[in-house]
């Protein structure tokens, strides 16, 4: 609504000046009279340069480059970690601890997914990199294996034969 | 990359520099994210 062409600058800043206040008054509804505004000064100047310049639909891309300048001045990275059931505090902190270790860097923000199609284990993707220690990717690498063996090794390594016992 | 996200990058650059040090930094990016949440919650129009 905010950067829709047919409304009105001023009614635009309205707007945005209710979301603040808003804002404002959702953190302080409870608390304090004459507790500071959760918007600062800053903040709000700028999104109402962004609605007068007509660029309130840039403001995710904004946030995406800001974060990414935070992170680079912290020395942060981020990894989407993917796992069949969600993480425990202790299993997150240590792969947290050992992705900042692997990377060299000083903190690694986990962004924690659950997809069942992992089956166990982990999948991290960090940038362009990818960590794959699931048990899907390992089922499906030795599927793909068991595929390559020869008949003839087979037979020779005595599985066919336990097969055939078996079957007696 | 598109012009919006090289306008983007632009607003982003000034503002980073406006907030100066690191924890205002983190500030300003985390009020800019509550409008950002809030706002997706007004109507399209």
């Known amino acids: 609504m905010l950067s829709h062409r047919r409304i009105a600058q001023a009614r635009k800043r309205d707007l945005l000046d209710k979301v603040i206040a808003s804002l404002d008054g959702a953190a302080h509804g409870d608390g304090p009279e004459g507790a500071p505004p959760v918007m600062g000064d800053l903040a709000r100047d700028f999104l109402r340069l962004l609605v007068a310049n007509g660029r309130v639909r840039l403001l995710g891309e904004v946030l995406d480059a800001l974060t990414a300048m935070l992170d680079d001045q912290r020395n942060t990275m981020r990894a989407v970690v993917t796992t069949a059931v969600p993480l425990l505090k202790r299993e997150r902190d240590m792969i947290g601890r050992k992705l900042a270790e692997h990377l060299g860097a000083a903190r690694v923000e986990l962004d ?4 069942e199609k992992v089956v ?13 220690a699931s048990v899907r990717t390992y089922l499906h690498t030795m599927r793909e294996r068991l595929r390559q063996v020869r008949v003839s090794e087979l037979a020779a390594s005595g599985l066919l034969a336990l097969k055939a016992e078996g079957q007696a | 990359m598109s012009y919006a ?10 503002l980073f520099a ?25 109507p399209e129009l």
């Open chain 1, 112 to 115: 924690e997914q659950v997809s």
């Open chain 1, 120 to 132: 166990a284990g982990v999948l991290i993707h960090v940038g362009d990199h990818v960590i794959d």
């Open chain 2, 5 to 14: 996200s090289r306008t983007a990058r632009r607003y982003a650059r000034a």
């Open chain 2, 18 to 42: 406006l907030a100066g040090e690191e924890a205002q930094r983190a500030s300003v990016v985390e009020q800019l994210s509550l409008v950002q949440a809030r706002c997706a919650e007004l």
